[in-house]
């Protein structure tokens, strides 16, 4: 949001520079990401407010005219100019100050270049045009830098002084403001000067019309020129409308188009501009219909205003001129003959303005303000509007802003306003009091604020504050109704904190014992996880929770839809469910990454959501996940392996992160996934539970993803059963000193037997003094009888109190063959 300094001091007196300002606001809470200067390079002694005292047409050019300008000097100068819009002066009688008054420059002046496409600064020189010397130049909006408009000059209002730098008439700083959250209060110049009102102490002056003194008019709930219904009271809080009559339509005046398009609003006409204006001032959107277009869509004595949910699969075309569909939660603004807008968000181009236009419906309304954010995400359609009421807009601006636009419009369309005004209002919410000890205030903040001081700051804000009669030192508050957020003692004491000073309260060192400090083990594992993923080459994803079924349906997993947890309020429908498994969502991040990139390595730690039959919130276990494809290293000017990551390269992560989280008993069985290739697939076992799946994508199931003809390796773990036991005392063992013997051991088995269950039997049988074993080979083909295979081990031998003898290893070795050939009925292979 932008505020034009020059706009606020309209209402409150700025006794601080605008950098000064800046930094106060932002203290307070308000970020003012940065001052935008006007006029900064326009140089006090060479740019002037001027006044045409004469225009006659240059004698050897049609296009070209002679202007003489006062610019306060002694003499006037004659400039010669092809601005269009001083045509019509070519003759006139323009003096007693009937001329018009403009920028004027003289030489030596620094401006933009008109003529040039791009952003040129020059300095201005005299010179000869069709052989009249031109000592100066009237300037236009693109030579002074604040717009691309060069069409003609800028023709100031009648009150510019003339022969004032033009920077002291014109210039300006801007305030542009960053806030976050829900403050409705704060998106309009009012708001900003009621801040630095208190802020700086100053008094804050109301517009005319917006204060309650200026209310005048008679407020009636059917008045007689509309009537006001309102069928969704949860969405539409208040409405109030008015009527103006006898308006021209025109362009706004050069001080109001200057405010807006300073604020970042495009100019149309008086009668929108007024409407935006408002807004900009006071924070209340407004919006403007053609009366008597309402009028030729009823056959009744006058148009009724309807406030109702759209009928499922209803249209509008907006003022954008697109079609938008609406869905029955949607609030519109109707009459009879159907919808006029969309509340809130845009009105519809049925009854919008017209250059013909003489009597508006002016309307200014309250709505829900989550309503207002929904319907503005689901049709992708912002305004300015949608932004107000979607923060929250004060529900009492209503009446107030009627009043400043029916002045306004007065003053710049020659209308009047109708001397009722229409009025519902069922969502009046109760006025709310609050007790403030000030004994609390100096607790919270940890410094004694007087009370005066609490009082004025509070004041300063528009609260009401008295004390209360039963205790002299209790403060009642009264909340004013643009402050919705505040709600209890809390809230006033950030209040009076941030408007006296974070910068002012003293620093102090923590007084009580330190708490004790205690280990947060979920998060130590999840961080442990992640540095030794990453640590093996893998980058972090972070996707969204919500998901939509079908991408678990092209995992060839999608389970009913009961076993989903349903989003009430999605944001689109492909996030209309939480999510059961990873996998979707990493799919998604490496088939867009593939796009431009020839390998993608990425993990995720999250959250999956699985409903609890007979409970409201559904179990939320924790998932870890992996997405393995493309070449094994990565591209360089070296030779690298550009083998495609399979299987065996996510085995390898997936066997360092359980060696590094010291997790034990962990066995590799043959696992099923609906999405993953048969032959390819592994079940994580830790300690008889199953831990999780590690596999690659079947290749049907890689073909709907979409993903290219590669072997996509993928894993999806069950982190709390990985991380159960993290943060125990493990058992260390002592290093031997003593020499190690090392074996090697082949063995023929059938082949649908499992390596891990040979591997296990081996360990079993080995004991402690087996200390490491490697399976190194697998062998299929002759001389191995068909039906088997060899596998291969290399067996490591360490005792920790003696040097093993040959005849040590041989008994031992000799055990583990003879309870291989008896319990699996394996051979030795010669």
Not at 84 to 92: E, H, R, T
Not at 154 to 160: F, H, K, Q, T, Y
Not at 272 to 286: A, F, I, K, S
Not at 656 to 665: I, K, S
Request: hydrophobic share 40%; with cysteine; net charge negative.
């Amino acid at each position: 949001m932008k505020v034009p300094i020059n706009w606020l001091k309209d209402y409150v007196d700025i006794t601080l520079t605008p950098e000064a300002l800046a930094e106060r606001l932002t203290l307070a809470g308000l970020e003012v990401e940065k001052v935008i200067r006007i006029g900064e390079t326009w140089e006090r002694d060479k740019i002037f407010v001027g006044q045409v005292l004469e225009v006659r047409r240059h004698p050897d050019a049609d296009r070209l005219v002679l202007a003489r300008v006062n610019y306060g000097a002694p003499q006037p100068l004659t400039v010669v100019t092809g601005a269009p819009n001083l045509y019509p002066y070519a003759g006139q009688d323009l003096s007693n100050g009937r001329g018009p008054k403009v920028a004027f420059a003289i030489a030596g002046a620094q401006h933009v270049d008109g003529h040039s496409e791009e952003r040129r600064v020059v300095r201005l020189k005299p010179g000869k045009i069709r052989g009249i010397a031109s000592e100066g130049m009237v300037m236009s909006e693109k030579e002074l830098d604040l717009s691309d408009e060069h069409e003609g000059v800028i023709i100031l209002p009648d009150d510019a002084p003339v022969g004032a730098p033009l920077v002291d008439y014109l210039g300006d700083a801007i305030l542009e403001f960053d806030i976050k959250g829900a403050f409705g209060y704060l998106q309009s110049v009012i708001g900003i000067a009621r801040e630095v009102a208190a802020l700086t102490g100053q008094a804050l002056r109301l517009p005319p019309g917006a204060a309650p003194v200026d209310q005048k008019a008679q407020i009636v709930a059917d008045p007689d020129f509309v009537g006001i219904r309102i069928d969704a009271p949860d969405l539409c809080l208040r409405y109030s409308a008015a009527l103006m009559e006898g308006l021209v339509v025109g362009p706004s005046p050069y001080w109001m188009q200057q405010r807006l398009l300073r604020a970042g609003m495009r100019p149309i006409n008086n009668l929108v501009d007024v409407t935006n204006y408002v807004m900009l001032e006071l924070g209340q959107p407004l919006h403007a219909f053609d009366y008597d277009l309402l009028r030729l869509r009823t056959t009744e004595a006058k148009p009724t205003i309807i406030m109702r949910r759209a009928h499922p699969g209803e249209h509008l075309t907006t003022l954008d001129g697109v079609d938008r569909t609406l869905d029955p939660d949607m609030l519109l603004i109707t009459d009879t003959a159907g919808a006029v807008a969309v509340a809130g968000v845009m009105g519809g181009a049925n009854t919008e303005i017209q250059p013909g236009t003489t009597r508006i419906l002016l309307e200014a309304a309250n709505f829900n303000f989550l309503s207002i954010r929904r319907t503005g995400q689901l049709l992708k359609l912002t305004s300015e509007a949608a932004l107000r009421f979607g923060k929250r807009v004060d529900p009492e601006l209503t009446i107030p802003a009627l009043t400043r636009a029916g002045e306004l419009l007065r003053q710049v369309a020659g209308g009047a306003t109708h001397p009722v005004y229409g009025d519902v209002y069922p969502g009046k919410p109760e006025t709310r009091t609050i007790d403030l000890e000030p004994d609390y205030v100096s607790r919270l903040l940890g410094v004694a604020i007087p009370l005066p001081e609490i009082v004025r700051i509070l004041r300063g804000l528009e609260f009401g504050v008295s004390p209360r009669l039963s205790n002299s030192d209790t403060l009642q508050v009264t909340v004013p109704s643009y402050r919705q957020d505040v709600n209890i003692p809390a809230d006033l004491v950030e209040e009076i904190g941030r408007i006296y000073g974070y910068d002012r309260l003293p620093s102090t060192l923590l007084q009580d014992e330190l708490p004790p400090q205690r280990r947060n083990l979920a998060l130590e594992g999840e961080t442990k996880v992640r540095d030794v993923l990453t640590g093996c080459g893998l980058d972090e994803a972070i996707t969204y929770s919500m998901i939509n079924p079908a991408d678990d349906a092209r995992l060839q997993q999608g389970p009913p839809a009961d076993a989903y947890v349903k989003v009430l309020n999605p944001l689109s429908a492909g996030r209309s469910h939480l999510r059961r498994t990873l996998l979707a969502n990493l799919l998604h991040a490496t088939r867009a990454n593939l796009r431009f990139r020839e390998r993608v390595t990425i993990f995720e730690l999250g959250r999956v959501f699985l409903p609890r039959p007979g409970q409201t919130l559904p179990a939320e276990p924790r998932r870890l996940g992996a997405v393995l494809v493309g070449p094994r290293e990565p591209a360089t000017w070296q030779p690298h392996d550009v083998t495609p990551l399979g299987f065996f390269d996510l085995k390898g992560v997936v066997e360092t992160l359980l060696d590094r989280l010291e997790v034990r008993n962990v066995t590799w069985e043959r696992g099923e996934h609906p999405g993953m290739h048969p032959g390819r697939t592994a079940q994580v076992v830790v300690g008889g539970q199953a831990a999780g799946t590690v596999g690659e994508l079947h290749p049907q199931v890689r073909a709907a993803w979409d993903l290219p003809a590669l072997p996509v390796a993928l894993m999806e773990l069950d982190l709390d059963i990985l991380l159960a036991n993290w943060g125990e005392a493990a058992p260390m063992t002592a290093i031997s000193g003593q020499p190690a013997v090392y074996e090697d051991l082949a063995v023929i088995v059938d082949d649908s037997l499992p390596a891990a269950q040979v591997d296990g039997l081996i360990r079993q049988t080995g004991g402690k003094t087996l200390v490491d074993l490697r399976l190194f080979d697998v062998y299929r083909g002759q001389p191995v009888p068909e039906g088997k295979k060899s596998l291969a081990y290399n067996l490591a031998f360490q005792a920790s109190d003696r040097t093993l003898t040959d005849e040590d290893v041989r008994k031992l070795r000799h055990k583990i063959v003879q309870r291989l050939e008896r319990e699996l009925g394996a051979t030795l292979r010669a």
